[in-house]
């Protein structure tokens, strides 16, 4: 059996994966094994890559620290895997579609959504408003809160729309959310008098 060493820990080949696992518990990559002693564990969200992207050349020279999704994106899958993951796929989405709508998909949904919330992190915004600076973990906040956000779409007129006067008739413009049912006030106290 042929033996890779690198720090005092050996590693043989796996050759369905291609990949250097370690011979001792808990197992680990060669590769990964290398960083870990160089730089420490990676980042969560991270990979380590192979430059050349040869699986047995485990030299530190060799690697380096890429996001999940650009090392994903780098090895995406060949043709052939793309269609059989698009036929599996086919094959059991009618069961996933079952499995999320039952109580326990609901309750997982629930959880994992708690806890992806949870170890968000926060980042300042500026209000598209006031000017003033806010914290928030929402990727698309714009607001430092619910009234500037509610003064902005009234002052743009985003929300307006034409309505007809339950009176004389007439068109006017009014924000969708208004109850307003009359042009003016002359046509609301006319309309209670007959």
């Known amino acids: 059996m042929q033996y890779q060493e690198h720090f005092g820990k050996k590693f043989y080949l796996d050759k369905e994966k291609g990949y250097w696992i370690s011979t001792t518990c808990p197992k680990i990559r060669a590769h990964v094994w290398v960083w870990q002693q160089n730089y420490g564990k990676p980042p969560k ?4 890559h192979h430059k050349d992207e040869n699986k047995s050349n485990n030299t530190i020279e060799n690697l380096e620290l890429m996001t999940v999704f650009d090392h994903l994106k780098m090895h995406g899958l060949k043709p052939d895997q793309r269609k059989r993951a698009a036929l599996w796929c086919s094959a059991i989405r009618h069961l996933t579609k079952k499995w999320h709508a039952s109580p326990e998909g ?15 992190n926060s980042f300042k915004v500026k209000c598209n408003y006031c000017g003033k600076e806010a914290e928030t973990k929402t990727y698309h906040q714009t607001f430092c809160s619910n009234a500037c956000k509610s003064s902005y779409r009234r ?3 985003i929300d307006d729309i034409e309505r007809k006067c ?6 006017y413009t009014v924000n969708k ?4 049912k009359f042009c003016s006030r002359k046509c609301s106290s006319s309309r209670d008098k007959n």
Request: hydrophobic share 25%.
């Open 166 to 171: 339950l009176n004389c008739k007439k068109e």
């Open 177 to 180: 959310y208004a109850k307003r």
């Open 155 to 157: 002052k743009s007129g």
């Open 106 to 120: 609901i309750e997982w949904h629930r959880k994992h959504g708690l806890e992806t919330w949870k170890n968000r």
């Open 45 to 48: 969200g991270f990979h380590i």
